[in-house]
């Protein structure tokens, strides 16, 4: 994975490769842009995620569906997390924090990469109920697509207002 700014038009707002990861690790969602299935234009969508702290981004979905078409006809994508913002309405500007992934989407994971990646997200998303959640999970295994996002670059800008 390369973190790289250096297109970041905005000089004074880049947020640092640190509070990026940071930013990665602990995102409630983000937001999964595709070439739309019938190339007509681009499709997003929020999602949840789980990042292994390496070079892969997971996501979980049912088996079939719009986005999995989409990936299956152009697997790059863009993935997108914004972190904690705060509106200045007397400023007429908000304060942001977010990052910008270019990735490269997989899917027909072996079952070994599926099962691992619901248990990351479950230690992500629901840390106290690991064990029911991994019985919930093979439970509905069948029903449950996984989607790997290999991290090509990342960049990040942030805006802090001095008051």
């Known amino acids: 994975m390369i973190y790289s700014n250096e297109n970041v038009r905005r000089r004074d707002r880049l947020l640092s490769e640190e509070r990026a ?68 309405s007397s400023k007429f500007t908000t304060e942001y924090e977010s ?12 079952s070994e990469e599926r099962m691992n990646a619901l248990h990351l997200l479950l230690q992500k998303y629901s840390p106290n109920d690991i064990d029911m959640g991994m ?8 029903r449950t697509e996984i989607i790997r996002l290999h991290i090509s670059t990342m960049s990040g800008k942030a805006k802090a207002v001095k008051i």
Not at 44 to 63: K, N, Q, T
């Open 21 to 88: 990861l940071q930013l990665l690790e602990e995102g409630e969602y983000g937001i999964l842009s595709m070439v739309n299935d019938e190339n007509e234009g681009a499709y997003g969508i929020p999602i949840s995620f789980v990042w292994d702290r390496g070079d892969y981004i997971y996501l979980h979905c049912a088996p079939q569906g719009h986005k999995l078409r989409c990936i299956a006809k152009q697997p790059r994508v863009s993935f997108c997390v914004v972190g904690k913002t705060n509106v200045l």
């Open 99 to 110: 990052i910008v992934i270019d990735c490269t989407a997989s899917i027909g994971l072996t």
């Open 135 to 142: 019985t919930y999970a093979e439970k509905s295994f069948s």
